[in-house]
C-alpha cells in the first residue's frame, strides 16, 4: 500500500524507485533510528542526476600523471598552499592533532578540491548520492553508506536542506 500512495504522490518515481527508497529508510530506522517519515521525506526530494554517473566514469582523474600534473602542481597553487598554511596554521595543526590527518594533506585536498575557493561546488551532493548508489553498480556499495551518512547528518542538523550541500559531482 505505502508503495502505491509514494508513487501515486511521486509520478516521475518509479515503483522500482520507490521500493529502494523504502529499503533504506528501512535500514535507517533499524541501524539508526531515524523516523521512516523523515527519511522518505529526505530520499523522495533528491532526484536522478544522469550527469553524475557521466562524470564518474569519465572523471579527470583518469588523466595519466604528467597531464594530471600540469592541471594540479603549479607555482600559484604552491604559493596559494603555503599561504593558506600559514593563515590557518593554527585549526589545521588543531584538526591534524585530533584526527590524526597531516595538515598539509587536508591542505592538498582544499588545493585540488576548490583551488582555495576559486571553485564553487555547485552539484546538489543528495542528488548525486542517490544517483550513484542506486544506478552505479561498480561503487553501489559504498554510496549507499554515504546516502544513509547524508540521511543522518539532515537528520542531525536540520538546517541543511537538499540545496545546501554541495559538491564537485
Same mark, same amino acid.
Given at each position: 500500500?505505502?508503495?502505491?500512495?509514494? +508513487?501515486?504522490?511521486?509520478?516521475?518515481?518509479?515503483?522500482?524507485?520507490?521500493?529502494?527508497?523504502?529499503? &533504506?529508510?528501512?535500514?535507517?530506522? /533499524?541501524?539508526?533510528? &531515524?523516523? /521512516?517519515?523523515?527519511?522518505?521525506?529526505?530520499?523522495?526530494?533528491?532526484?536522478?542526476?544522469?550527469?553524475?554517473? *557521466?562524470?564518474?566514469? +569519465?572523471? /579527470?582523474? @583518469?588523466?595519466?600523471?604528467?597531464?594530471?600534473?600540469?592541471?594540479?602542481? =603549479?607555482?600559484?597553487?604552491?604559493?596559494? @598552499?603555503?599561504?593558506?598554511?600559514? *593563515?590557518?596554521?593554527?585549526?589545521?595543526?588543531?584538526?591534524?592533532?585530533?584526527?590524526?590527518?597531516?595538515? *598539509?594533506?587536508?591542505?592538498?585536498?582544499? +588545493?585540488?578540491?576548490?583551488?582555495?575557493?576559486?571553485?564553487?561546488?555547485?552539484?546538489?551532493?543528495?542528488? @548525486?548520492?542517490? =544517483?550513484? +548508489?542506486?544506478?552505479?553498480?561498480?561503487? !553501489?556499495?559504498?554510496?549507499?553508506? *554515504?546516502?544513509?551518512?547524508?540521511? &543522518?547528518?539532515?537528520?542531525?542538523? /536540520?538546517?541543511?536542506?537538499? !540545496?545546501?550541500?554541495?559538491?564537485?559531482?
Amino acid at each position: 500500500i505505502s508503495v502505491c500512495l509514494y +508513487a501515486q504522490q511521486n509520478d516521475n518515481k518509479t515503483i522500482e524507485h520507490i521500493n529502494y527508497i523504502d529499503n &533504506i529508510t528501512d535500514i535507517l530506522e /533499524k541501524k539508526h533510528f &531515524i523516523p /521512516k517519515e523523515f527519511s522518505r521525506s529526505v530520499l523522495l526530494s533528491l532526484s536522478i542526476d544522469n550527469k553524475t554517473i *557521466e562524470k564518474i566514469t +569519465a572523471p /579527470k582523474e @583518469a588523466l595519466i600523471w604528467g597531464r594530471y600534473k600540469k592541471i594540479f602542481i =603549479t607555482d600559484e597553487r604552491i604559493a596559494s @598552499a603555503k599561504a593558506f598554511l600559514k *593563515e590557518h596554521y593554527d585549526i589545521l595543526y588543531k584538526i591534524e592533532t585530533e584526527f590524526k590527518v597531516d595538515k *598539509e594533506i587536508i591542505v592538498s585536498l582544499i +588545493a585540488i578540491e576548490s583551488n582555495f575557493g576559486k571553485y564553487r561546488p555547485v552539484h546538489n551532493v543528495g542528488d @548525486a548520492l542517490l =544517483t550513484l +548508489a542506486k544506478d552505479y553498480p561498480p561503487r !553501489s556499495n559504498f554510496f549507499t553508506k *554515504e546516502l544513509i551518512n547524508y540521511v &543522518i547528518l539532515r537528520y542531525l542538523d /536540520k538546517t541543511y536542506d537538499n !540545496s545546501s550541500i554541495k559538491g564537485s559531482y
